[in-house]
């Protein structure tokens, strides 16, 4: 779980991941009633940003957020410190973090590709590791002078303007160093710059890499394009989505992103998307988020900022160790906070015992012959039919 640094300073300066290369998705209230036999375009179910930050809308900041399709060049550089000398060469390192490009590529269906750049040497900090306040209250200012010191120490190896993106990774011997923040620049402040570039986009690695691995990059990148914390930043930890997302529990048994995230990053097209936008109803079927093709999310908007989300998981690929199958249905409010449970999974199975190393909320796919529904909203969502291809969902709003 990374430290969310952003709630320690005004959201206009902190940290997080998601964008596109294409235009803004156009965001579309919610119209006239659906036909039976029709859908609307996607565009009416997408939802707008209102936080300011890291949220679930669609009209994602293309100045604070960088693309999440196409390459996406990443310089990895290795720091030691006075106090905290580097013991070992830097190729462990390298192989603990290389996952993460095949394991982003995989789940953005061969759309984002992260070319990372090793530096191959240790680069000396200015300071002691303890000097840099990674303790719980690591504000957006000592952060920045990290990253700074880190890109100056490397400056003289290394040419800054070739690369969008600097992880800096730390010895293992400054255990000061405990977690994995992510940078995003304040336009306010002079910022981090080296080769005349302005650098807007860092993740500053912490000993947690050792125990998370990879995802803890694919977690904190994914900020860099936009994306929230699913994780509650109080109260029980992982009480809106489990382990559904490696945004939410980064331990989690399925940590493929969500269909909604992988559409609001570009990689779920529009014509994927099955969109009831008001009142109606409509038979979808559903291919895995899984894998490649097919329409990925049915999306019923029930109000300016939410909707529901029906998709269909399976235990593959990412989410090989899922603690259960079938469709997972959420609901999603674009004008909460990260932290704050801009997602929130439906439990289908709120009674179910979960096996080891469950948790309820990883029991919560809706099988056939289950429903969900909202009388609040008159949403109703019925598991028609299900296999290895996928799930039959209805949809239907009053």
Known sequence: MTIPIH?????????????????PT????????????????????????????TDEGHDTDRI????????????????????????????????????AADWMGSASYGRLRLENTPLRRWVRMPADSTSYGFARGLTFEAHEKYLQDAVTAADPYADFSRYDMVYVVPTRTATAIPFSPTYLYD????????DGTR????????????????????????HTFGLPDLYAFTGATHRYV????????????????????????????????????????????????????????????????TAYVAESRRAQGSDAAACSTGVLIYAVDS???????????????????????????????????????????????DVLAGGAAGDTVRLSKE
Not at 29 to 52: K, Q, V
Not at 202 to 220: C, I, L, P, S, Y
Not at 268 to 286: E, F, I, K, N, Y
Request: hydrophobic content about 40%; aromatic content about 8%.
């Open 242 to 305: 489990g382990g559904w997302d490696v945004m939410g529990d980064i331990a989690g048994p399925a940590p493929q992103y969500l269909g909604w995230h992988s559409w609001k990053l570009g990689w779920t097209r529009d014509d994927q998307v099955a969109c009831l936008p008001a009142s109606g109803r409509r038979m979808v079927r559903l291919t895995p988020v899984e894998r490649p093709g097919g329409t990925k999310i049915a999306v019923l908007r029930t109000g300016g900022t």
């Open 7 to 23: 709630r320690l300073r005004p959201l206009a300066a902190a940290v997080t991941l998601v964008s596109c290369l294409s235009a």
């Open 335 to 381: 004008a909460a906070r990260t932290g704050e449970g801009p997602v929130q999974i439906m439990n289908a199975n709120p009674a179910t015992t979960p096996a080891a190393g469950c948790t309820p909320l990883d029991r919560a796919a809706y099988a056939p012959g289950q429903s969900f529904t909202d009388p609040a909203t008159g949403v109703r969502i």
């Open 187 to 194: 336009p306010a402040t002079p910022g981090v710059t080296a």
């Open 199 to 222: 650098l807007k986009w860092a993740v500053t690695f912490g000993q947690d890499m050792w125990h998370w691995g990879h995802k803890v990059a694919a977690h904190e990148s994914a």
């Open 26 to 53: 156009a965001v579309a209230a919610p119209t006239a009633a659906a036909a039976p036999g029709s859908l609307a375009p996607a565009a009416g179910c997408a939802l707008p940003g209102r936080t300011g930050w």
């Open 64 to 99: 604070r957020f960088q693309p999440a399709t196409g390459t996406r060049r990443v310089l990895t550089l290795y720091v030691d410190f006075p106090d905290a000398p580097a013991t070992d060469s830097t190729e462990p390192y390298t192989a603990q973090l290389a996952p």
